[in-house]
């Protein structure tokens, strides 16, 4: 199979495909440049790219993209393509990185980071747990960004999404 078609295609069922939008609802509203509505031209942006074991992103470098393009793209690793997950729809109803510790009858913080769980304390308050996630959550963040030295693009987008974490979910999504 194509490398590039296989890219190409997969990136136009996000935007085009009702179906793919209903199962992940993340992507309604994406949208594709003209210029990439045509495989030529999106295959030789993509032979000009270090593609290879990597992943299409459209939402590092600018946070809250939606729109694909040779500006707003970039391919990135499996780690880093994960990296921002927030899993709005199956995390619940604490902000993430939280969760309610019925017997302790404290909020609990804990992180996710290169696949392992990382408790980082029992508090009192729903809000200091969720600044002990966040204060993590951007520190990790700023650190994966600064060994990002292939694309300046990703590293200095990396490094917005460690401001805005630190900002909280509510103001992230104003400042986006």
């Given amino acids: 199979r194509c490398p590039y078609y296989s890219t190409w295609k997969k990136m136009l069922e996000r935007v085009f495909d009702t179906k793919w939008q209903a199962k992940r609802p993340t992507y309604i509203g994406a949208s594709v440049c003209d210029e990439w509505k045509y495989f030529m031209n999106f295959r030789a942006w993509m032979m000009a790219q270090d593609w290879r074991d990597k992943q299409l992103d459209k939402d ?12 707003t793209c970039a ?66 963040v700023c650190h994966i960004a600064l060994t990002q030295v292939d694309d300046p693009r990703v590293r ?9 974490i630190m900002m909280g979910e509510s103001d992230r999504r104003e400042a986006a």
């Avoid at 604490?94 to 309610?100: A, E, K, N």
């Fill in 60 to 71: 590092i470098i600018v946070p809250g993209n939606k729109h694909y393009s040779p500006e």
């Fill in 75 to 140: 391919f990135v690793d499996r780690r880093i393509n994960t990296l921002l997950l927030d899993s709005v729809s199956s995390r619940g109803k604490y902000p993430i990185g939280v969760s309610y510790h019925k017997i302790a009858k404290k909020y609990r913080a804990e992180i996710n980071m290169n696949g392992k769980s990382r408790h980082l304390g029992m508090f009192d308050t729903l809000e200091d747990a969720s600044l002990a996630y966040r204060k993590e959550k951007s520190r990790h």
């Fill in 156 to 164: 200095a987008g990396l490094l917005k999404h460690a401001i805005l």
